[in-house]
T-cell receptor, first 115, second 114 residues
């Protein structure tokens, strides 16, 4: 079956602009995660959704970052007033449920470059 | 906060060699540990997942071990091939209700030379 998909695969934007990154999880997966991977680093947790609600947003770096999942499926990560330090690969993962019993499956990521 | 470290950061080996990648974590209260492979410009592919009650897992030429009490895991790759060239990441999941995210190491970049 289809895996986790993310669009766009690459996004180049100018400093100060607003961007939206989209994640389509595996069908039927209720849990969805966003991670950010900076160059040479491992992925770092940003936010976790269980259904439509953000169950844990403790990884969001500041209030310029926001994510939604209005219908409990597709999620959008939104970044306002982008800064060069936001340049990274943004990874999305989904799992059948949110408990630690369930494995996370990752998408290919969106590479964001802020110039 | 859980911290995961991987050594070495990069490794080059000739084709056919056996090799070991290391992962250590500071908080031993983990639920499981997972090894991923990441190819340039790609997402993460899960290789092996070891539950905290297990000591090792094997898949083909890959063998992962876990010593939870000492906070260490190793990934052993036998008879390496050029196609094994990639970045290998380990990640742990805390054994704690509400702790749903993975904690990742910084990865080991492996190059297998033909």
């Amino acid at each position: 079956g289809a895996g986790v998909s993310q669009t766009p695969s690459n996004k180049v934007t100018e400093k100060g602009k607003y961007v939206e990154l989209r994640c389509d999880p595996i069908s039927g997966h209720t849990a969805l995660y966003w991670y950010r991977q900076s160059l040479g680093q491992g992925p770092e947790f940003l936010i976790y959704f269980q259904g439509t609600g953000a169950a844990d947003d403790s990884g969001l770096p500041n209030d310029r970052f926001f994510a939604v999942r209005p219908e409990g499926s597709v999620s959008t990560l939104k970044i306002q007033r982008t800064e060069r330090g936001d340049s990274a690969v943004y990874l999305c993962a989904s799992s059948l449920k949110g408990s630690f019993h369930h494995e996370q499956y990752f998408g290919p990521g969106t590479r964001l470059t802020v110039t | 906060k859980q911290e995961v470290t991987q050594i070495p950061a990069a490794l080059s080996v000739p084709e056919g060699e056996n090799l070991v990648l290391n992962c250590s974590f500071t908080d031993s209260a983990i639920y499981n540990l997972q090894w991923f492979r990441q190819d340039p410009g790609k997402g993460l592919t899960s290789l092996l997942l070891i539950q905290s009650s297990q000591r090792e897992q094997t898949s083909g030429r890959l063998n992962a071990s876990l010593d939870k009490s000492s906070g260490r895991s190793t990934l052993y790759i036998a008879a390496s091939q050029p196609g094994d060239s990639a970045t290998y990441l380990c990640a742990v999941r805390q054994d704690q209700t509400g702790a749903n995210n993975l904690f990742f190491g910084t990865g080991t970049r492996l190059t297998v030379i033909p």
